[in-house]
């Protein structure tokens, strides 16, 4: 398998432009994650999905911030307006069982290569 | 000016020898551990995990401690080597949770 896909890897824009971020998890998981890594905060958690519906987006910043799962292989994170303090690396993670409940395997993350954003 | 950001943890260690990077985790409800490396420029990625019914699980050259008295993680990695320079996340997931919360994160470097 290729692994989970992230694109583009990086992206340089002006505030107040609509950023759009894209991942591919790795097929068979069911768990997809949008993490947001910056030296202020370290990683964070935007939201996740479990078979393509939003279970916990406690973590996304603002109405800025969506995101959305149309199938089983695709996702987005859009951010619309930018603005500069919106530049970080985003990750995009699949699991096949998080919480790794008795007698699961696969509990752990599958992270993309990140997609890194700058806002001027 | 001075920069404002997360103080990660740092650890030198010189080549062939053990490194030992720690971690306090904060929810007693979490049952399920993992530990992560992150190479400059890429995800983080896999190194091993532990379940909360354990204290202790062996890798290769890499060991996880789980003390849940103090609510204590540790990464024991042997005979370290320059490849293992990198970010050490742990990260916990409470019981029936689909979510992970990673801690800050100690920069390992290795010395030839």
């Known amino acids: ?120 | 000016g001075e920069s404002v950001g997360l103080h990660l943890p740092t650890l030198s260690v010189q080549e062939g020898d053990n490194s030992i990077i720690n971690c306090a985790y904060s929810n007693s409800a979490s049952d399920y551990f993992i530990w992560y490396k992150q190479e400059s420029g890429k995800g983080p990625q896999f190194i091993i995990d532990i379940r909360s019914n354990m204290d202790k699980r062996q890798g290769q050259r890499v060991t996880v401690l789980l003390n849940k008295t103090v609510k204590h993680l540790s990464l024991q990695i042997a005979a370290t080597q320059p490849g293992d320079s990198a970010v050490y996340f742990c990260a916990e997931n409470p019981i029936h949770a689909g979510k992970s919360t990673f801690g800050d994160g100690t920069t390992l470097t290795v010395k030839p």
């Open chain 1, 1 to 120: 398998d290729a692994g989970v896909i992230q694109s583009p890897r990086h992206e340089v824009t002006e505030m107040g432009q609509e950023v759009t971020l894209r991942c591919k998890p790795i097929s068979g998981h069911d768990y997809l994650f949008w993490y947001r890594q910056t030296m202020m905060r370290g990683l964070e958690l935007l939201i996740y999905f479990n078979n393509n519906v939003p279970i916990d987006d406690s973590g996304m910043p603002e109405d800025r911030f969506s995101a959305k799962m149309p199938n089983a292989s695709f996702s987005t994170l859009k951010i619309q307006p930018s603005e500069p303090r919106d530049s970080a690396v985003y990750f995009c993670a699949s699991s096949l069982s998080p919480s790794r409940l008795a007698g699961e395997e696969g509990g752990e993350l599958f992270f993309g290569e990140g997609s890194r954003l700058t806002v001027l």
